[in-house]
């Protein structure tokens, strides 16, 4: 089979620093590659996926991401350079919406946003000629009646994970500094615990530096130290160092690609019961699904009573890279027959 993927034109795939629909279009190329399959990625000039690639852009455009311009210029002219494929596999949000103008070819999608308003409107309009891929059954909640063809979990190499003991004795925040993430609440949590916090993430938008100024900032200290957007090596030293990784969201996040890559190092993941947390994290054997601040704080006394050698098995198992390939082309070849 010969796939054509769409990579989104606002990072690198993978990406530099921060990308997690990236992660997942670099996995997927070295996966099908892997798989025996030929693969054509369009993606933009500084991608270093070790596949065939093709782009318009010869740099991601993190600068104007959500500029409706470069986007466009960069869907027309992947349409227009994957004439050669048997299948298209767009993770942009323009593309499905143009793509029967442009090509008689499958083309397959996946939401990577929360199914709100807007991005249901678009999917309602986009699944009809399309086929729709969801990543989690939370996903699809706001939307139920929504066809989707397949809800595939992401899945990453746990090899390309280093296993760590948690001997750094902090709890971990890896996200944006943004009100949805919760990097806030996760203060409280280590407040209320008394055990040391480090944050990493990104903390490029306006908005960004105005939570961060407003919410975290107050609470610098020894015990609370906020790193900084730290690169692939620094990151995964923070997963395999960290007692627990805190992802402290609440609303309807539709994956959350750090809590697999925290288990893979082996360290537990400390979450509310919100968006696809429920189905990412086995309660009680891979991280604690709590109620409330207070909740988590006393589950952190629980974490030594858990394997990390569970949380690790965890992804490469159900979670793994293989597994999402497979259901993948399982899909595509039903489009094909």
């Known amino acids: 089979m010969r796939i054509g993927l769409v990579a989104p034109p606002w990072a690198p795939v993978p990406p530099h620093l921060y990308g997690g629909i990236e992660l997942v279009v670099d996995r997927l190329a070295q996966g099908f590659a892997a798989a025996g399959h030929d693969v054509v990625l369009f993606t933009t000039g500084d991608s270093t996926c070790p596949v065939p690639k093709r782009w318009l852009l010869e740099e991601s455009e993190g600068v104007r991401i959500g500029f409706s311009v470069p986007e466009v210029r960069h869907v027309l002219a992947a349409y227009e350079s994957l004439g050669d494929v ?15 103008h442009y090509t008689d070819l499958p083309v397959v999608t996946t939401i990577h946003g929360e199914l709100n308003g807007e991005l249901r409107d678009i999917y309602e309009r986009v699944a009809p000629k399309v086929s729709v891929i969801a990543v989690s059954h939370a996903q699809r909640t706001p ?33 944006r500094l943004s009100p949805d ?70 609303w309807n996040e539709p994956f959350g690609l750090v809590m697999l890559e925290a288990q893979a190092c082996g360290t537990p993941v400390l979450a509310f019961p919100e968006g696809a947390a429920p189905e990412v994290i086995d309660d009680g054997r891979t991280g604690f699904l709590c109620r409330d601040e207070t909740e988590m704080a006393a589950a952190v006394g629980k974490l030594d009573g858990l394997d990390r050698g569970a949380c690790r098995a965890a992804v490469e198992g159900y979670f793994s890279t293989e597994r999402m390939v497979d259901e993948h082309i399982e899909l595509y070849e039903e489009l094909l027959a």
């Open 86 to 100: 048997d299948l298209i596999h767009d993770h942009s949000v323009l593309g499905p919406i143009i793509s029967d």
């Open 143 to 175: 939307a139920p009646e929504l066809p989707v063809a397949r809800v595939i979990h992401h899945g990453i190499d746990a090899a390309d994970f280093p296993i760590g003991d948690g001997s750094g004795g902090y709890l971990l925040f890896l996200g």
């Open 181 to 250: 993430k919760g990097a806030g609440r996760a203060i409280d949590v280590a407040l209320k615990a008394d055990v040391p916090l480090l944050l990493a993430g990104k903390m490029r938008e306006p908005w960004e530096r105005d939570y961060f100024e407003a919410t975290v900032a107050p609470f610098l200290s020894e015990q609370i130290q906020y790193l900084g957007e730290v690169g692939h090596e620094r990151k995964l030293e923070l997963y395999a160092g960290a007692r627990a990784l805190v992802f402290p969201i609440r």
